[in-house]
Protein backbone atom coordinates (compact mmCIF):
# COMPACT_ATOMS: atom_id res chain seq x y z
CA UNK A 1 0.00 0.00 0.00
CA UNK A 2 1.44 3.07 -0.72
CA UNK A 3 1.30 6.23 1.18
CA UNK A 4 2.28 8.87 -1.51
CA UNK A 5 5.25 10.55 -1.03
CA UNK A 6 6.65 8.48 1.82
CA UNK A 7 6.73 5.51 0.66
CA UNK A 8 5.21 1.62 0.67
CA UNK A 9 4.19 -0.47 3.29
CA UNK A 10 4.12 -4.27 2.86
CA UNK A 11 0.61 -6.11 4.76
CA UNK A 12 0.09 -9.36 4.89
CA UNK A 13 -3.16 -9.43 3.67
CA UNK A 14 -4.37 -13.12 3.68
CA UNK A 15 -6.81 -12.26 6.25
CA UNK A 16 -8.58 -8.98 5.17
CA UNK A 17 -10.50 -8.67 8.46
CA UNK A 18 -6.94 -7.94 10.22
CA UNK A 19 -4.18 -7.19 7.82
CA UNK A 20 -0.81 -7.01 9.72
CA UNK A 21 1.98 -4.81 8.68
CA UNK A 22 5.17 -6.48 7.38
CA UNK A 23 7.44 -3.82 7.17
CA UNK A 24 7.82 -0.20 5.52
CA UNK A 25 10.11 0.72 2.05
CA UNK A 26 10.55 4.50 2.30
CA UNK A 27 10.54 6.10 -0.87
CA UNK A 28 10.70 10.14 -0.90
CA UNK A 29 8.42 11.06 -4.02
CA UNK A 30 6.32 8.03 -4.51
CA UNK A 31 2.98 7.82 -5.93
CA UNK A 32 2.51 4.62 -7.89
CA UNK A 33 2.84 1.02 -7.57
CA UNK A 34 2.57 -2.01 -9.25
CA UNK A 35 3.64 -5.73 -7.66
CA UNK A 36 4.35 -8.32 -10.32
CA UNK A 37 5.19 -12.16 -8.93
CA UNK A 38 8.00 -11.10 -6.60
CA UNK A 39 8.63 -7.29 -8.25
CA UNK A 40 7.68 -3.67 -6.92
CA UNK A 41 7.58 -1.62 -9.39
CA UNK A 42 7.32 2.30 -8.30
CA UNK A 43 8.26 5.87 -8.84
CA UNK A 44 9.97 7.82 -7.22
CA UNK A 45 9.70 11.76 -8.67
CA UNK A 46 11.18 10.90 -12.18
CA UNK A 47 12.79 7.79 -11.21
CA UNK A 48 11.41 4.12 -11.68
CA UNK A 49 12.25 1.82 -8.88
CA UNK A 50 12.12 -2.24 -9.76
CA UNK A 51 12.49 -3.75 -5.82
CA UNK A 52 12.82 -7.61 -4.85
CA UNK A 53 10.26 -8.39 -2.26
CA UNK A 54 10.78 -11.88 -2.06
CA UNK A 55 11.56 -11.16 1.83
CA UNK A 56 9.29 -8.64 2.62
CA UNK A 57 10.93 -7.98 5.58
CA UNK A 58 14.34 -7.65 3.33
CA UNK A 59 13.23 -5.75 0.31
CA UNK A 60 16.54 -5.06 -2.49
CA UNK A 61 16.72 -2.34 -5.00
CA UNK A 62 17.11 -4.35 -8.20
CA UNK A 63 17.08 -1.31 -10.28
CA UNK A 64 16.75 2.41 -10.48
CA UNK A 65 15.74 3.94 -14.35
CA UNK A 66 16.44 7.75 -14.01
CA UNK A 67 14.30 10.45 -15.69
CA UNK A 68 11.56 7.38 -16.94
CA UNK A 69 9.34 10.23 -15.97
CA UNK A 70 11.00 12.87 -17.12
CA UNK A 71 7.64 15.74 -17.37
CA UNK A 72 8.77 18.12 -15.00
CA UNK A 73 6.30 20.98 -13.80
CA UNK A 74 7.36 23.89 -12.93
CA UNK A 75 6.12 27.09 -10.94
CA UNK A 76 5.77 30.55 -12.59
CA UNK A 77 9.63 31.14 -11.31
CA UNK A 78 10.68 28.41 -13.11
CA UNK A 79 11.61 25.85 -10.35
CA UNK A 80 10.49 22.61 -10.53
CA UNK A 81 7.66 21.08 -8.28
CA UNK A 82 8.84 18.14 -6.13
CA UNK A 83 6.00 17.53 -4.17
CA UNK A 84 2.12 18.14 -4.67
CA UNK A 85 -0.53 18.13 -1.64
CA UNK A 86 -4.15 16.40 -2.62
CA UNK A 87 -7.29 17.07 -0.67
CA UNK A 88 -9.60 13.89 -0.65
CA UNK A 89 -13.12 15.17 -1.32
CA UNK A 90 -15.71 11.85 -1.16
CA UNK A 91 -19.79 12.25 -2.08
CA UNK A 92 -21.59 8.88 -1.85
CA UNK A 93 -23.42 8.02 -4.52
CA UNK A 94 -26.52 5.76 -5.37
CA UNK A 95 -24.70 3.63 -7.88
CA UNK A 96 -28.57 1.85 -8.56
CA UNK A 97 -30.23 5.07 -9.64
CA UNK A 98 -31.17 6.14 -13.52
CA UNK A 99 -28.45 8.38 -13.57
CA UNK A 100 -25.88 5.48 -13.37
CA UNK A 101 -27.90 2.71 -15.19
CA UNK A 102 -25.75 0.56 -17.53
CA UNK A 103 -22.90 3.18 -17.26
CA UNK A 104 -19.38 2.14 -17.29
CA UNK A 105 -17.12 4.88 -14.86
CA UNK A 106 -13.33 5.06 -15.03
CA UNK A 107 -11.57 6.86 -12.45
CA UNK A 108 -7.60 7.59 -12.35
CA UNK A 109 -5.00 6.45 -10.09
CA UNK A 110 -6.28 8.89 -7.28
CA UNK A 111 -10.07 7.41 -7.93
CA UNK A 112 -10.67 10.37 -9.23
CA UNK A 113 -13.79 9.97 -11.66
CA UNK A 114 -12.23 10.96 -15.33
CA UNK A 115 -14.28 11.61 -18.24
CA UNK A 116 -15.08 8.47 -20.64
CA UNK A 117 -13.53 10.26 -24.04
CA UNK A 118 -9.90 11.33 -22.37
CA UNK A 119 -9.75 7.03 -21.54
CA UNK A 120 -7.30 5.85 -23.70
CA UNK A 121 -8.17 2.51 -26.55
CA UNK A 122 -5.61 0.70 -24.53
CA UNK A 123 -7.41 0.61 -21.39
CA UNK A 124 -7.64 -2.33 -19.63
CA UNK A 125 -10.65 -2.55 -16.40
CA UNK A 126 -12.76 -4.47 -14.73
CA UNK A 127 -16.31 -4.32 -13.01
CA UNK A 128 -16.97 -4.69 -9.07
CA UNK A 129 -20.39 -5.71 -7.78
CA UNK A 130 -21.37 -2.13 -6.20
CA UNK A 131 -20.73 0.03 -9.42
CA UNK A 132 -19.37 -0.20 -13.29
CA UNK A 133 -15.99 0.69 -12.67
CA UNK A 134 -12.70 0.36 -14.80
CA UNK A 135 -8.98 -0.51 -13.80
CA UNK A 136 -5.94 2.37 -13.25
CA UNK A 137 -4.51 4.93 -15.40
CA UNK A 138 -1.54 4.46 -13.02
CA UNK A 139 1.83 5.62 -15.02
CA UNK A 140 3.96 2.85 -14.48
Do not use: W
Not at 12 to 26: K, L, S
Amino acid sequence: MSEENYGIHILDNRDPENPIAVNFIPIPGNKDLIVKGDYLLTDRYYDLLVIDIQEPRQPKLLSRNQEVFPVTIKNNDGEALLEFNYEEVTEKVDCQSFLFSNQTFFFDDNDVLIAPATVPTSFAGSKSADCARAGSLSRI
